[in-house]
């Protein structure tokens, strides 16, 4: 999976995937694959990675599994997401990986699940769910 350069410039102009150093790695038609570098400032009070920016990256790849095929005028917006934390994240073990991929996409909801990988590790995996709206602009 390549990364169009439409969608890498949509992406690259998101403050919240900067602020939390995401990083592209592939997006087509069917799903995405994200990287985050853990960082010092990524982890809570137990010194692993903080379930939020965990959440955040699979987050983020479950919306580009289908971002590039929204219509003209179309967003969408998160109405539902479980995720199950499989094992602690830690900084310095590696890249942590979130691949998306559509279980199902309608005409208004779009269904995706997210693995999350440390390395070989699975730390995390969910579902999530979008609705399509049309923007105000």
Not at 123 to 135: C, K, P, Q, S
Request: hydrophobic share 45%; charged share 20%; aromatic share 8%.
């Amino acid at each position: 999976m390549q990364v169009p350069d439409s969608i890498a410039a949509v992406f690259a102009a998101v403050p919240a995937n900067r602020s939390f150093g995401f990083v592209m790695h592939a997006c087509g038609t069917n799903g995405a694959e994200l990287g985050l570098e853990p960082r010092p400032e990524h982890v809570q009070e137990h010194g692993v990675v903080h379930g939020g920016v965990l959440a955040a990256l699979a987050d983020t790849a479950a919306v580009y599994a289908f971002r590039a095929s929204l219509e003209p005028g179309q967003a969408a917006t998160s109405i539902e997401f479980k995720l199950n934390f499989l094992r602690p994240a830690q900084v310095g073990a590696g890249e942590l990986r979130a691949r998306s991929r559509i279980v199902r996409r309608g005409r208004r909801v779009c269904v995706c699940d997210v693995d999350v990988l440390q390395g070989d590790a699975p730390v995390a995996t969910g579902t999530f769910t979008y609705l399509f709206i049309e923007r105000g602009d």
